[in-house]
């Protein structure tokens, strides 16, 4: 099998083996590779700087292949994403921008498929996608929760995020989703529902049926908004309108009752609604001192 070099009636010594030139070959493909992940690197960056002059914080959805992200992705988008029962059949991270019930809105991203005992240099082939994750404000772990392996398959996940170096200081930032609840038979629904309501940051959901989806959303503003400033307002009994204002608008942490009729109101407001509340309530708001926002 080697290539013979020479002429004019005579054969000259042994020319490159076809193992050299395959290895050569296969050298040359990694290096082509190599380039082009860099370059896409590169493009991720330039698309991270735009979005951080648009300040919507970002939420990306990480789970298990097969956990049903993009079928998620599409009911909380309104979008029609590739979603499939196929290994990586996400590979492009797909963004779209979402509004909240209460007009916060965010950037929604999805995400490649987690699968057992995925290899570092794996990890590094995908990092352009698996990059919005570390970046993320708030993690979605999506878990398949119908699946009798639900629980090694968050094993796997968990493992990945902390050799992403998303570790335990970050974990307040990841919301678990179990997702595919519509799967589920009476008996082990009910359990399960049971078991997520027990469980700090976790919400039982089928993103087929949009089952659960409302306390999704409630999780995600709460966490996104732990940074919000808190504001102090004074209504009167007649003053409905400003109490519905309050409720839709921001998170209602505290309402205290007082003889007299009034209502004070302690809520969490983003940035673009506390101007509106000044603007509406005028002398009855305030912003509380910065030790009660740390307390809170």
């Given at each position: 099998?080697?290539?013979?070099?020479?002429?004019?009636?005579?054969?000259?010594?042994?020319?490159?083996?076809?193992?050299?030139?395959?290895?050569?070959?296969?050298?040359?493909?990694?290096?082509?590779?190599?380039?082009?992940?860099?370059?896409?690197?590169?493009?991720?960056?330039?698309?991270?700087?735009?979005?951080?002059?648009?300040?919507?914080?970002?939420?990306?959805?990480?789970?298990?292949?097969?956990?049903?992200?993009?079928?998620?992705?599409?009911?909380?988008?309104?979008?029609?994403?590739?979603?499939?029962?196929?290994?990586?059949?996400?590979?492009?991270?797909?963004?779209?921008?979402?509004?909240?019930?209460?007009?916060?809105?965010?950037?929604?991203?999805?995400?490649?498929?987690?699968?057992?005992?995925l290899p570092t240099a794996l990890i590094a082939a995908?990092?352009?996608?698996?990059?919005?994750?570390?970046?993320?404000?708030?993690?979605?772990?999506?878990?398949?929760?119908?699946?009798?392996?639900?629980?090694?398959?968050?094993?796997?996940?968990?493992?990945?995020?902390?050799?992403?170096?998303?570790?335990?200081?970050?974990?307040?930032?990841?919301?678990?989703?179990?997702?595919?609840?519509?799967?589920?038979?009476?008996?082990?629904?009910?359990?399960?529902r049971s078991q997520a309501a027990r469980?700090?940051?976790?919400?039982?959901?089928?993103?087929?049926?949009?089952?659960?989806?409302?306390?999704?959303?409630?999780?995600?503003?709460?966490?996104?908004?732990?940074?919000?400033?808190?504001?102090?307002?004074?209504?009167?009994?007649?003053?409905?309108?400003?109490?519905?204002?309050?409720?839709?608008?921001?998170?209602?942490?505290?309402?205290?009752?007082?003889?007299?009729?009034?209502?004070?109101?302690?809520?969490?407001?983003?940035?673009?609604?506390?101007?509106?509340?000044?603007?509406?309530?005028?002398?009855?708001?305030?912003?509380?001192?910065?030790?009660?926002?740390?307390?809170?």
């Amino acid at each position: 099998m080697e290539r013979q070099r020479g002429g004019f009636g005579f054969l000259g010594g042994p020319g490159e083996s076809q193992l050299e030139a395959d290895r050569r070959l296969i050298q040359e493909r990694i290096k082509k590779i190599e380039t082009l992940l860099e370059s896409v690197v590169k493009t991720r960056e330039l698309h991270r700087k735009g979005r951080e002059r648009v300040p919507y914080p970002i939420v990306a959805l990480v789970g298990y292949t097969n956990a049903g992200k993009s079928t998620l992705f599409n009911k909380l988008t309104r979008s029609d994403v590739l979603a499939k029962d196929l290994l990586f059949a996400t590979l492009d991270p797909t963004m779209r921008r979402i509004e909240l019930p209460r007009g916060r809105k965010a950037v929604l991203s999805d995400t490649v498929g987690f699968i057992s005992d995925l290899p570092t240099a794996l990890i590094a082939a995908f990092r352009a996608t698996l990059e919005e994750v570390v970046e993320a404000d708030v993690i979605l772990h999506v878990r398949d929760i119908s699946h009798p392996e639900t629980e090694e398959q968050a094993e796997d996940v968990n493992r990945v995020l902390s050799e992403l170096g998303i570790g335990e200081d970050r974990r307040e930032a990841v919301i678990e989703v179990w997702n595919k609840a519509d799967l589920l038979k009476p008996e082990l629904l009910e359990l399960r529902r049971s078991q997520a309501a027990r469980k700090p940051n976790c919400v039982l959901v089928s993103a087929v049926t949009g089952v659960g989806l409302d306390a999704l959303y409630d999780l995600i503003e709460h966490r996104l908004g732990s940074a919000d400033p808190l504001f102090e307002v004074f209504l009167d009994p007649t003053d409905g309108k400003g109490q519905a204002w309050l409720h839709e608008s921001g998170e209602v942490l505290e309402r205290t009752m007082f003889e007299d009729g009034r209502a004070r109101f302690v809520v969490r407001l983003t940035t673009d609604k506390a101007g509106q509340a000044q603007a509406r309530f005028g002398n009855h708001i305030r912003l509380l001192e910065l030790k009660r926002q740390a307390a809170e």
